[in-house]
């Protein structure tokens, strides 16, 4: 067997083995175990690498930096893809006139890429892809703003208030016509006297109110089911859901800017408060439909206790119930037509009755009045569950496969995007999905699901893709899940994502703005909405943030929410009239206080801090 120079099998080793071990020598070199086990002299130097150790060195270098670029590519169009998927969402819904769902989905495509921690600046396809999606959803928000609507379309305001100043001429003719023709069959009181007989003439040949009526019948079909089911328990005459035309034309979130009352019923906070409706920074129970409504029927029979009839009840739900006892205290009468024509209560009021009752009755004959061909919605249903922890609807709309525009609709009292933390709120979310809530959040802490998430792996999807997305590490969800070389996750396992998140430590309630924020990324860093900010800040839809201006990042005050929303606003009102006295402690103390009604339902418990994917069921 031929002998090698020792010298040239020891370069043979150390190219070999430089790329990693260059330094550190190669096992099994007896020169190598030689050198590692001299002490060398504190002022030694390296010894001077050979032209094939550094040209190794430099290869090993250029792999890598190929690598960390291909790793930084596919991250970036992971992020472009995952962009383009809720662009094309938003466009979808766009399309099909679901203009509310279009703004989520264009709003979350534009967050993904401000809060993704890329370079969106400097990074050629980044930018151009950035640059592209602002114009395109610019586009379509022009189009939707010349179609006269825009994404997120305004509430209709309820065009009563034109009409309250409106007085009638004596009819004969007209009354006794309206008595022979229509159905007055009612569960309430009706009458057509001149008043009501005027009101129903001017409503019938206007545009606007008969859009409003035909508007407020169709979406009434979403409520009619649960509100009737309250009035009847307790104990209100049926046809008194029509009180909401007026109020609100059943808008959930209608808010007038000018009172404070808010929600389908027009609650003003003191009142709403003082029949369950809890108000506080996360939620307004003045716009939940079913609690509202419970708190109407609870304080229009209370009235109609104090009074002893259905149209003084109606009139002191408008004006107050202590302003009416004084009327009739002060004439004698406990009679709405005879305050009526004493003129002892202000306009709005005097017209507010007659305007429920010609709703009420063309309501009850809609063939009469073009309104027989009208589609009512399908009804909300939904599932109930009684958190008393935090939990951002994302995670919920991960575990329930919702929409995040289903989940925002089924859940109209919502002021944030996440439930309140040690206080109870009834979360709704589709109908027949509360199992798979309690199964899916089982294994994520309590304390953890105001931040992290849970995902459903695709087939082609890799835990790097679903980290960037989800604004997670790739070590966590796979050390969270199982996930190893050996055992690696396959489409259709459940995965819990741990985010990490700032709402563990002690939340700061100012923040000075840094070059390069903007209201999402702050929004993004405090886990906060941007509505939120704007509101705590008061910020405009255009304003800009300029460094070192300091922020609140914390509601400073536990307030309602911002006067976001329309409802029937009225003129020159008196300064005792409408429904801004209707929390005035000046009511009299016989109307009792209500108590909104809480049912418990068993939400999903705790899990560990780890837990093995769950496989495809």
């Keep these: 067997m031929a002998h090698t120079n020792p010298y040239a099998r020891r370069l043979a080793l150390t190219l070999l083995c430089a790329p990693l071990l260059l330094l550190a020598g190669c096992p099994g070199d007896p020169l190598a175990d030689q050198t590692n086990a001299i002490t060398l002299p504190a002022n030694a130097t390296a010894p001077t690498l050979s032209p094939q150790s550094a040209q190794a060195q430099a290869v090993a270098a250029a792999a890598q930096a190929v690598a960390d670029q291909n790793a930084q590519q596919a991250k970036v169009q992971a992020l472009i893809n995952h962009v383009d998927q809720s662009y094309r969402s938003g466009v979808e819904n766009y399309r099909a006139n679901r203009l509310d769902a279009a703004r989520l989905d264009f709003d979350f495509a534009v967050d993904m890429m401000l809060t993704s921690g890329m370079d969106l600046k400097n990074d050629p396809q980044l930018s151009d892809s950035f640059e592209r999606l602002v114009d395109a959803i610019?586009?379509?928000?022009?189009?939707?703003?010349?179609?006269?609507?825009?994404?997120?379309?305004?509430?209709?305001?309820?065009?009563?208030?034109?009409?309250?100043?409106i007085t009638f001429p004596a009819n004969p003719e007209l009354t006794a016509k309206l008595k022979a023709e229509l159905n007055l069959a009612s569960d309430l009181p009706l009458v057509i006297n001149d008043q009501v007989a005027?009101?129903?003439?001017?409503?019938?040949?206007?545009?606007?109110?008969?859009?409003?009526?035909?508007?407020?019948?169709?979406?009434?079909?979403?409520?009619?089911?649960?509100?009737?089911?309250?009035?009847?328990?307790?104990?209100?005459?049926?046809?008194?859901?029509?009180?909401?035309?007026?109020?609100?034309?059943?808008?959930?979130?209608?808010?007038?800017?000018?009172?404070?009352?808010?929600?389908?019923?027009?609650?003003?906070?003191?009142?709403?408060?003082?029949?369950?409706?809890?108000?506080?920074?996360?939620?307004?129970?003045?716009?939940?439909?079913?609690?509202?409504?419970?708190?109407?029927?609870?304080?229009?029979?209370?009235?109609?206790?104090?009074?002893?009839?259905?149209?003084?009840?109606?009139?002191?739900?408008?004006?107050?119930?202590?302003?009416?006892?004084?009327?009739?205290?002060?004439?004698?009468?406990?009679?709405?037509?005879?305050?009526?024509?004493?003129?002892?209560?202000?306009?709005?009021?005097?017209?507010?009755?007659?305007?429920?009752?010609?709703?009420?009755?063309?309501?009850?004959?809609?063939?009469?009045?073009?309104?027989?061909?009208?589609?009512?919605?399908?009804?909300?249903?939904?599932?109930?569950?009684?958190?008393?922890?935090?939990?951002?609807?994302?995670?919920?709309?991960?575990?329930?496969?919702?929409?995040?525009?289903?989940?925002?609709?089924?859940?109209?009292s919502m002021l944030r995007m996440a439930t309140p933390r040690d206080t109870s709120f009834d979360l709704h979310i589709p109908a027949g999905t509360k199992p798979l809530y309690d199964e899916r959040l089982k294994d994520i802490p309590e304390d953890r699901r105001i931040s992290w998430r849970f995902h459903v792996v695709k087939a082609g999807e890799s835990v790097d893709e679903i980290a960037t997305a989800l604004h997670a590490k790739a070590a966590d969800i796979a050390s969270t899940n199982g996930i190893t070389s050996t055992d690696p996750m396959s489409p259709g396992d459940e995965l819990v994502v741990p985010v990490q998140s700032i709402s563990g430590t002690a939340r700061p309630q100012r923040y000075t703005v840094a070059r390069g924020d903007t209201l999402v990324t702050v929004?993004?860093?405090?886990?906060?909405?941007?509505?939120?900010?704007?509101?705590?800040?008061?910020?405009?839809?255009?304003?800009?943030?300029?460094?070192?201006?300091?922020?609140?990042?914390?509601?400073?005050?536990?307030?309602?929410?911002a006067t976001r929303m329309r409802a029937r606003t009225r003129g020159g009102r008196s300064s005792r009239g409408g429904r801004a006295s209707r929390g005035s402690s000046r009511g009299s103390s016989s109307v009792a206080k209500g108590k909104g009604s809480q049912s418990r339902a068993t939400s999903g418990s705790a899990g560990t801090s780890s837990t093995k994917k769950k496989k495809k069921r």
């Design 198 to 412: 005027g009101y129903i003439g001017v409503f019938s040949s206007s545009n606007s109110f008969r859009n409003h009526m035909a508007a407020s019948l169709q979406r009434v079909g979403k409520y009619r089911g649960l509100i009737q089911k309250v009035l009847t328990e307790e104990g209100v005459p049926q046809d008194l859901i029509y009180l909401a035309v007026a109020e609100s034309g059943f808008q959930p979130q209608a808010l007038n800017a000018r009172s404070g009352a808010g929600g389908m019923w027009q609650f003003m906070p003191a009142t709403g408060a003082n029949f369950g409706l809890t108000r506080n920074g996360y939620f307004d129970y003045r716009f939940d439909p079913e609690k509202s409504s419970r708190a109407y029927a609870k304080y229009i029979k209370a009235l109609y206790n104090q009074f002893g009839d259905w149209y003084l009840a109606m009139a002191a739900y408008n004006w107050g119930p202590g302003n009416i006892q004084r009327v009739v205290q002060r004439t004698g009468y406990a009679d709405f037509w005879e305050l009526y024509r004493r003129g002892v209560m202000p306009a709005e009021t005097r017209a507010y009755v007659p305007q429920i009752l010609a709703a009420v009755i063309m309501a009850k004959n809609p063939e009469k009045y073009g309104l027989d061909k009208l589609v009512p919605s399908p009804p909300v249903i939904y599932d109930t569950i009684v958190t008393d922890y935090s939990i951002d609807l994302r995670l919920v709309s991960d575990v329930t496969g919702a929409s995040m525009a289903e989940l925002v609709a089924l859940n109209p």
């Design 523 to 561: 929004a993004d860093r405090f886990n906060v909405s941007v509505e939120d900010l704007r509101r705590w800040n008061d910020l405009s839809a255009s304003s800009t943030l300029k460094p070192f201006r300091s922020l609140y990042v914390a509601e400073p005050v536990k307030l309602g929410p």
């Design 138 to 165: 610019n586009s379509l928000e022009l189009a939707a703003l010349k179609a006269g609507n825009g994404l997120s379309p305004k509430l209709e305001a309820a065009p009563l208030e034109s009409a309250d100043d």
